[in-house]
């Protein structure tokens, strides 16, 4: 809790300041990638984004079109609960901020293929995925 803590400290410190956690110019940033439990997370963004509620994004939205095509969306990689795949976002100022991925995780698909047994396939689908993410962070 301390790691998310601290993160969730300076990005609030950087909001306040004017700060978008990015360099304005290239949209280059940072991110916090970790496995937390849905209500956890959304609790503490709100700590961070008072104002701001998680949306989910439409299919249509860019990030699933920057680089690598995903006409359906966010790609499962892998099963756990016969769920969807779903990506919610914050918005300020017409500006996606954050971008939560819901009943998928793309990094599974990036460790190596024994550990998962994911089908190649897969592993494919979330590293474009994944280059649709930065793609879309330093474009926007």
């Known amino acids: 809790n301390t790691i998310v803590d601290n993160a969730l400290t ?26 937390l439990p849905d209500k956890f997370l959304r609790r503490e963004m709100k700590k961070v984004f008072p104002e701001s509620d998680f ?30 795949a779903q990506g919610f976002g914050i918005m300020q100022d017409g500006r996606l901020v954050v971008y ?3 009943e998928t995780n793309l990094s599974d698909g990036w460790e190596s293929a024994q550990v998962h047994n994911d089908p190649p396939e897969k592993r494919q689908q979330a590293f ?10 330093l474009m926007n």
Not at 128 to 137: C, E, P
Request: some cysteine; proline content about 7%; glycine content about 12%.
């Open 128 to 137: 474009q995925m994944g280059t649709n993410i930065i793609t879309y962070a």
């Open 10 to 35: 300076m990005l609030e410190r950087m909001n306040h300041r004017g700060g978008c956690g990015c360099d304005p110019a290239s949209g280059d940033g940072a991110g916090l990638l970790v496995k």
């Open 100 to 102: 939560y991925t819901y």
């Open 55 to 84: 949306v989910e994004l439409p299919f249509t939205h860019p990030i699933y079109h920057t680089h690598y095509e995903f006409e359906r969306g966010l790609p499962k990689i892998h099963e756990h609960d016969n769920k969807p």
